[in-house]
């Protein structure tokens, strides 16, 4: 990977945006792509950086996509029909280019780690965002009445309780750790925001007189039920700080069981065809190489599919259809 491409993956990262990270692992020349080559694959279908020439590009940006929305790892081998390298595990994608070389693409989702938003200026919010940060998590303290002690530099801190200025989808979790000033206010607006995991910090007393007031203030009974409270696995009697390992603890569990897991919008539908002579998926957008036959249109995945079959369309037509 170049320095460039580094960056650039470092700053989507931070920005928590998602992406693909491919990168070729193994090569059979002739190909153009290099063992260490790697290029970042955005939910649009965009590419940074280089891998392959046109035969394994589509193929790659197809399947980084279908990585994206799964959220799993896969190992593509692109190489010719009869080809049995593929170890296993391995997506085999035949490649029909003329240069009989393969490829062994790595496709990482770099997904964004969850978020932990903790309303209130408790010693447990700045406890609980700092552990957040040192899971590599992003973290966000909410309040609206002042400073935070002790918090990391790193931590953002939102002085209001409008949380649509806060960044909460599945992978976020929200901890209303208020201490009873305004606990009611701010489930209210956590309830709102579509976070996997809504907690309260508070006794099991305080926990069903919150649950009380909200459902009198017209929340509905099933949003209610959603608050985790009290928030944290049970240790008992414990401390500010000692709250806090708890609630992580909870939610590294949860994290571990597949949930907070964040959710990737906007990911490409990708336009395909077949190429009729070689069988292999071409992108129509992008495809230099197309004809017309019959009042239809076909796409190649090069000049070699093309020429052969302009020579002889009737040979071609109806040999390959996607399934």
Known sequence: ?????????????RRREPFVLATVVWRRGPSSGKPG??????????????????????????????????????????????????????RSVPMACASEGALEVYLEP??????????????????????????????????????????????????????????????????????????????????????????LVASRARAAEVARLLEERGVPPDAVAQVQAPAGVDLGATDHEEIAVA?????????AAGRLNAVVEGVAARAEAIDPVCGMTVDPLTTHHRAQHAGTRYYFCAAGCLARFEAAPSTFVGQHVAG
Do not use: F, N
Request: proline share 7%; net charge negative.
């Open 1 to 13: 990977m170049t320095p460039e491409l580094l960056e650039q993956a470092a700053e989507l990262t």
């Open 110 to 199: 770099m997904l964004p780690p969850p978020h932990v938003v903790v309303i209130g200026r408790s010693p447990a919010a700045g406890t609980l965002a700092s552990l957040a940060r040192v899971l590599g998590w992003a973290a966000t303290i909410v309040d609206d009445g002042g400073t935070i002690a002790d918090r990391p530099d790193d931590v953002t801190v939102v002085t209001t309780l409008d949380l649509s200025k806060v960044e909460v989808d599945a992978g976020t979790a929200v901890v209303v750790a208020t201490q009873g000033h305004y606990d009611e206010d701010a489930l209210e607006a956590a309830l709102t925001t579509g976070a996997g995991y809504v907690g």
């Open 37 to 90: 080559a790697a290029a970042l694959v955005l939910p649009d279908g965009s590419v940074r950086g280089w891998l392959g020439g046109a035969c394994a590009e589509p193929t790659v940006i197809r399947e980084s996509l279908a990585a994206l929305a799964s959220g799993e790892p896969c190992l593509l081998a692109l190489g010719e029909a009869d080809e049995a390298r593929a170890p296993p595990g391995a």
């Open 247 to 255: 609630v992580l603890a909870e939610l590294v569990a949860l994290r």
